[in-house]
């Protein structure tokens, strides 16, 4: 597993903000053309039938998976860095770091400035506590975990 400093996760924020952001605009297109879609098949169910442009339909549907193959493309990326999607709702993002003798989780959300909290892995996000002088320490003075 990549483990991170904290200098180095924040170097990561700029591109995975982007990429946290295409997949979160991606899936937001993705269900409001599942709404219409399922706003149709709810029309022709209580019609009892009814004339559909198949054409557009296919369409439409073809656009959906689009959108969900960006969103799934986006994480594959983010992952492939080794930064740990935790809610792509919120935009929650996971950084494994070393502290002391065990890794822990820097923890971001859609929004924050900077990173400034963390978990232990079995903590989650309920768990998340401000950073202290560990990180930052570790972080300026260049040390790195083997």
């Known amino acids: 597993m990549k483990t991170f400093t904290l200098e180095e996760a924040h170097s990561l924020?700029?591109?995975?903000?982007?990429?946290?952001?295409?997949?979160?605009?991606?899936?937001?297109?993705a269900e409001l053309v599942e709404s219409s879609l399922s706003e149709l098949a709810r029309r022709i169910y209580l019609s009892g039938?009814?004339?559909?442009?198949v054409s557009t339909v296919a369409k439409q549907r073809a656009d959906m998976e689009n959108h969900l193959?960006?969103?799934?493309e986006s994480i594959a990326e983010?992952?492939?860095i080794g930064v740990q999607?935790?809610?792509?709702?919120?935009g929650l993002l996971?950084?494994?770091?070393?502290?002391?003798?065990?890794?822990v989780l820097l923890c971001w959300r859609m929004g924050e400035t900077s990173i400034e909290h963390w978990h232990t892995?079995?903590?989650g996000f309920q768990?998340?506590?401000p950073l202290d002088d560990r990180f930052r320490r570790r972080s300026t003075s260049g040390e790195r975990p083997n």
């Open 49 to 53: 039938g009814m004339k559909v442009d």
């Open 69 to 72: 193959l960006r969103v799934r």
């Open 13 to 29: 924020l700029p591109v995975l903000e982007s990429l946290l952001k295409r997949a979160m605009e991606s899936k937001g297109a």
């Open 78 to 80: 983010i992952d492939s």
């Open 94 to 103: 996971d950084f494994p770091c070393h502290l002391d003798d065990q890794v």
């Open 121 to 123: 892995v079995e903590a």
């Open 127 to 129: 768990g998340r506590q």
């Open 85 to 90: 999607v935790k809610d792509l709702e919120s």
